[in-house]
């Protein structure tokens, strides 16, 4: 059973940071493209952020150079870094994992940038 189990959220002010994690579990790992997208309120869900299975990195432009996406292969673990968070992040934020068209998602964490 493939399960994606995000965690790391939580009420933040603006300029904070938080680093987000999600851990996978029945899925080969290394062979997956890992992913991690965003939804606010009322919006369509938006994508954040993907590292390669070649760690080749892309993001959004609207978090580029404040969000990193990285990976543990050891841990079996994605991680997305953000750093000078801005209210318009505030959104559940899901972890994905690719693999040519089969895609699994986690439930999601919610993120909140407020003061």
């Known amino acids: 059973q493939v399960q994606l189990v995000e965690s790391g959220g939580g009420l933040v002010q603006p300029g904070g940071s938080l680093r987000l994690s999600c851990a996978a579990s029945?899925?080969?790992?290394?062979?997956?493209?890992m992913a991690w997208y965003r939804q606010a309120p009322g919006e369509e869900r938006e994508f954040v952020a993907v590292?390669?299975?070649?760690?080749?990195?892309n993001y959004a432009g609207s978090v580029k150079g404040r969000f990193t996406i990285s990976t543990d292969n050891a841990k079996n673990t994605v991680y997305l870094q953000m750093n000078n968070l801005k209210p318009e992040d505030t959104a559940v934020y899901y972890c994905?994992?690719?693999?040519?068209?089969?895609?699994?998602w986690g439930q999601g964490t919610q993120v909140t940038v407020s003061s």
């Open positions: 994905n994992a690719d693999l040519s068209g089969r895609d699994y």
């Open positions: 029945g899925i080969n790992f290394g062979v997956y493209h």
């Open positions: 590292i390669t299975t070649t760690n080749s990195t």
